[in-house]
């Protein structure tokens, strides 16, 4: 499976609020990402697939069907249901791309504050967060940011074990941060981004990503 990571366009817009609907339903008001995007201070990558014209002259999605053979037989079924059969709003495809998740972030001084990350139910668990994570990282080295930080919440155990792995510490707490539970939100940070030795293990970690996704053209 195939997947890039290039920066979000206008043409996105519909999959990417399609995707925040999914993975963070209690948001309200939902991202303006059309806003968003023309914010001097925010940047959005997005990572896809591409989508290939097939004999009858339509477009189809070039990744296998959902395969997680740790899902239940109906579960794999339904979602692969889902994606090849679904309605134009399930499977966007008019811009000739399938986004399966998006990372954003903003900048503002010397700090890279990562908003929000999420991946479509069906791609996740296949290391596609890690990817745009370390991507939204690379980019902000580039873009001379010294720290970066986000909010994660308390009870989100596997995503705070991602972001341990990749330099981030617990430095902080907002009580009652999230709208729908009132759950409090850590918040982790990573400093010293342009260290040498920082550097060093992003380029050592980025070498190890093994998920298919090809870095070779995203924004510096």
């Given amino acids: 499976m195939d997947f890039k990571i290039r ?16 993975a963070f339903p209690t948001t309200w008001p939902p991202t303006s990402f059309g806003k968003e995007l023309k914010n001097r201070l925010a940047r959005y990558l997005v ?5 290939v014209p097939t004999a009858e002259g339509s477009e189809a999605d070039i990744l296998a069907p959902v395969t997680d053979l740790n899902q239940p037989m109906l579960h794999r079924i339904f979602s692969n249901l889902k994606i090849l059969l679904g309605s134009p709003r399930d499977v966007p495809h008019w811009n000739g791309h399938l986004i399966v998740g998006y990372v954003g972030v903003w900048f503002m001084a010397d700090e890279a504050h990562i908003t929000s990350i999420a991946v479509r139910e069906e791609f996740r668990r296949r290391g ?34 991602l972001y341990l792995k990749h330099g981030f510490a617990k430095c902080g707490l907002r009580g ?20 040498p030795g920082y550097q060093r293990a992003l380029r050592e970690q980025l070498g190890r990503l093994d998920t298919g996704i090809d870095l070779s053209d995203y924004p510096e």
């Fill in 47 to 51: 990572v896809y697939s591409q989508l």
């Fill in 176 to 195: 009652r941060y999230y709208a729908d539970n009132h759950e409090d939100a850590l918040i982790m940070t990573v400093s010293g981004l342009h260290s």
């Fill in 7 to 22: 920066p979000m366009r206008p043409g996105d817009i519909s999959q990417v609020s399609d995707i925040e609907r999914e």
């Fill in 128 to 161: 596609l967060g890690e990817g745009l994570l370390l991507a939204a990282l690379k980019m902000s080295v580039a873009r001379r940011a010294q720290v970066a930080t986000l909010e994660v919440r308390v009870s989100n155990h596997s995503a705070q074990a």
